[in-house]
């Protein structure tokens, strides 16, 4: 793997020697400005810096009309709106390099624009659409490549990268085994490959946020100290934060609730401070339950407020669902006097999750409004409410908010209600 803040160090050192009275081959200049921009992505270099180096790069490829630079400048640009959080600019961004890639004539390209599109519509939260697009930049046969092609693009197998973010978007629609299996695959396929950047992808993209989103705890650990352990050896430093992120969520889901918090925050002002909000209210949204699991409710809804307002502003609505359940949970701490507002969170929640087609987060909405029912001798509503999106999911399959829906099921005297429709409406009850 290469050391990017050795190559960013000795790209500006090379910009730096141009002046006026300096000549250069123009296609040099703009290759350089690229390559910073894409170093900078991978090191602790901040997000301004490599979005000035990739406008440049991108503005020297368009006077030379090269489109294949023009990729290269356009994906860092996808690159700098992705990590930043800002998921309409990135998939709008998506959409400018596929049709570039489409003037270039080399299906390869268009399947790499499939992946951006899809991978920004999964953040946006239009799951269907992103799984759409990322079957299609999979599906060799449509773009003209021969099958099992390796297809390495700026230095990534975008394969792998298509593979982990699909099995994210299989995931969020509830097919939990696809899911674990297609990421077991991408890393599979690194690992053979013995391609150590796309090993760390397919284990922060894919293995490690699976794992801990269906509470497999053993594999969680294993992915994530795997993961720390390669970007420590290889010196990825701008990965040090999100292995950070990944290791508090785990300590916040086995109960270690100060060490999990203290690394959260960590993670995250590093992140911050240098622009990247990438799946930050996810972690925020973390940093929350494990506040208040610690008993510190004020801190725990100020964390998932700054995550709510993050997701709007940058359109990173994926995950939207599961924060407005965990507010919900926040504001019934305080006591019964919160029930209405918090019943209202729940039924928002769960109008973004079905918006959405995202099952697994319709689940825990679900579940954890439920509950609040079958505490309050419920147990009727609580079953109508769970039940329809519990019986989507394999028998096979076992997550925390299964495990309360079938155990709600078997109580004597209650039954599943039938419905017209495929989900009973969104119910309050005061």
Request: glycine share 6%.
């Amino acid at each position: 793997m290469l050391s990017f803040v050795e190559c960013s160090t000795r790209i500006e050192h090379a910009l730096a020697h141009f002046s006026p009275g300096f000549t250069c081959v123009p296609k040099l200049k703009a290759q350089l400005y690229v390559a910073l921009g894409f170093a900078l992505l991978n090191t602790t270099g901040s997000a301004d810096r490599m979005k000035a180096a990739l406008s440049i790069g991108l503005a020297l490829a368009e006077e030379l009309s090269d489109l294949e630079l023009q990729l290269k400048a356009v994906w860092t640009l996808w690159s700098y709106n992705l990590n930043s959080g800002q998921y309409a600019a990135a998939k709008d961004v998506g959409e400018r390099y596929l049709e570039i890639a489409l003037r270039t004539g080399n299906p390869a390209n268009e399947a790499v624009g499939r992946r951006l599109i899809g991978a920004a519509a999964h953040f946006f939260g239009a799951q269907e659409v992103a799984r759409r697009e990322l079957t299609l930049s999979l599906d060799d046969s449509a773009h003209g490549l021969s099958g099992g092609t390796n297809l390495m693009w700026f230095l990534l197998n975008q394969s792998v990268l298509a593979k982990a973010m699909l099995a994210r978007v299989l995931l969020l629609q509830g097919k939990i085994a696809q899911s674990r299996s297609l990421a077991a695959e991408c890393l599979q396929d690194a690992e053979r490959e013995k391609d150590k950047l796309a090993i760390a992808y397919a284990l922060r993209n894919a293995v490690c946020p699976i794992a801990l989103m269906t509470h497999d705890l053993a594999a969680a650990d294993q992915a994530i100290s795997s993961l720390l352990e390669l970007v420590t050896r290889e010196g990825i430093a701008f990965w040090t934060s999100w292995t950070s992120c990944l290791k508090g969520q785990l300590l916040v889901l086995q109960g270690n609730h100060d060490d999990g918090i203290a690394l959260l925050r960590s993670g995250l002002k590093a992140r911050t401070e240098n622009g990247w909000l990438m799946r930050n209210p996810e972690f925020l949204g973390s940093l929350a339950e494990g506040l208040l699991a610690s008993g510190e409710a004020a801190q725990a809804l100020a964390a998932v407020e700054e995550a709510l307002s993050i997701s709007r502003q940058g359109r990173q609505l994926w995950c939207l669902a599961d924060l407005l359940r965990i507010k919900a949970e926040i504001l019934l701490a305080n006591g019964p006097s919160e029930l209405s507002r918090s019943e209202l969170l729940f039924a928002e929640g769960l109008s973004v999750a079905r918006e959405q087609q995202c099952s697994f987060y319709e689940l825990k909405v679900a579940a954890a409004w439920a509950r609040i029912m079958a505490k309050s001798n419920r147990q009727q509503t609580a079953l109508d409410l769970v039940g329809p999106v519990s019986a989507l999911f394999d028998q096979e399959i076992d997550l925390p908010a299964l495990t309360f829906a079938r155990a709600l099921a078997e109580i004597p005297g209650i039954s599943l209600s039938t419905y017209d429709g495929e989900r009973p409406p969104s119910c309050t009850c005061h």
